[in-house]
């Protein structure tokens, strides 16, 4: 989602679920905050985070690899 910090990312994850009620399937999403090091990472880019240890406030998950890189 967001590329624009110094060694950080905002990862969106989407999942699908049930609606509770009426049992049509809604997309989810769920954002954090994950750790990148080498600030390899570009908006578009699908990647693979690991929880760790809080690093940050908001920080509990880290960059583990760049699974695709975003089409330019």
């Known amino acids: 989602m967001s590329s624009a910090m110094q060694k950080s990312v905002v990862v969106a ?3 699908l679920v049930a609606h509770p009620l009426y049992g049509k399937t809604i997309r989810r999403t769920s954002t ?3 750790h990148d090091e080498n600030n390899e ?4 880019d699908k990647v693979r985070i690991t929880e760790t240890r809080p690093l940050s406030k908001r920080k509990r998950w880290i960059v583990q690899e760049i699974l ?5």
């Open 41 to 44: 990472c570009k908006v578009g």
């Open 13 to 15: 994850v989407d999942r």
């Open 32 to 34: 954090f905050m994950a």
């Open 68 to 72: 695709e890189r975003a089409k330019e």
